[in-house]
């Protein structure tokens, strides 16, 4: 456990952008330089985006690029995250035996580089806009089936998600019973639906559930077909974006403090979750 965490109800927490492509070995470059940067700027914890490992060019490379827990990719960033003694949220490509197909999976590593929870994405994408995206993640993706219980991390109970799962509130909602103090989200969203929905998505899940939203996401063009919206942000359980990564596609890190007496404070002033209606909604 973090000294931070022990020490108060307050920690530092930063989200992390960049551009993803399909060299592994560079998006593990800009990863590692990003965990000794937020090391150093005193993160406690820092958020990765969805797809860290890498954004395929082409669809045989999806399969073919993606790593077990134990692979190259995650072997060098929980060594990181041990070296530095920062937790991190990461989001990568899991194989497994499972399937040729891996999972979409955020991945929780504590100060001490071990692995504390995975989370594999429930939602998958599918868009079809004429002249915009067009994507269905299904085709390359295994679902996930379980929600994971939040986890104890420097800035609290920490609920795991990712990118299109903001679209589902009884997700967040769920997280929330469980105990979440936070949710992450860490995404890949495109520059039209992004544009569009982005904010208000991130902004209205901190604010129905009273949590912080660590909202960490690519920017920029990929590969000749896909670009993607950046805004990495944390929310705070007010909807206040407290920190925001600028519009450029150079890698960098935005940084915020979370304090969980505030958190209290406001779920206290606006106690949202004592006026549920059970009765009448069974399920939250
Ligand atoms: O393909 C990869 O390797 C990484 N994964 C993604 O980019 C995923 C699935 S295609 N993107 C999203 O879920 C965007 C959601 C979105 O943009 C929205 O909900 O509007």
């Avoid at 700027?41 to 860290?52: L, Q, T």
């Avoid at 070296?83 to 991945?107: A, M, Q, R």
């Avoid at 089936?145 to 609290?156: F, M, N, R």
């Avoid at 890949?188 to 998505?201: I, N, P, S, Y």
Wanted: proline share 5%; aromatic share 8%; glycine share 6%.
């Amino acid at each position: 456990m973090s000294v931070s965490q022990s020490a108060g109800r307050r920690a530092f927490a930063s989200v992390a952008q960049f551009c993803a492509t399909d060299s592994v070995s560079s998006n593990l470059k800009i990863c590692l330089s990003l965990i000794t940067e937020g090391a150093k700027r005193g993160s406690n914890m820092i958020f990765f985006p969805e797809a860290s490992d890498y954004i395929a060019s082409n669809k045989t490379q999806i399969a073919e690029l993606a790593e077990p827990l134990s692979g190259s990719f995650m072997s060098a960033i929980t060594k990181s995250a041990k070296e530095n003694k920062v937790w991190l949220s990461i989001g990568i490509h899991e194989k497994t035996p499972d399937s040729p197909k891996p999972y979409n999976s955020n991945v929780l590593i504590d100060d001490s580089g071990e692995i504390v929870s995975v989370y594999r994405k429930l939602h998958l994408f599918k868009v079809s806009i004429e002249n915009g995206p067009q994507l269905s993640e299904n085709h390359h993706i295994l679902e996930g089936l379980k929600i994971c219980p939040p986890v104890q991390t420097p800035v609290g109970k920490l609920g795991l998600a990712i990118c299109y799962d903001v679209r589902f509130p009884e997700l967040a909602s769920t997280l929330r019973d469980m105990g979440a103090h936070g949710i992450t989200y860490p995404s890949v969203f495109t520059e039209k639906t992004g544009a569009a929905h982005w904010d208000v998505l991130m902004r209205a899940r901190a604010i129905e559930t009273q949590t912080y939203v660590y909202a960490s996401a690519q920017i920029g063009n990929h590969n000749h077909k896909r670009s993607s919206y950046g805004n990495s942000m944390i929310v705070d359980p007010w909807g206040t974006v407290i920190a925001r990564c600028p519009l450029d596609t150079n890698p960098c890190l935005s940084t915020a403090e979370i304090n969980l007496d505030y958190l209290e404070l406001v779920r206290s002033q606006l106690p949202v979750y004592n006026s549920k209606r059970l009765d009448i909604f069974n399920s939250s």
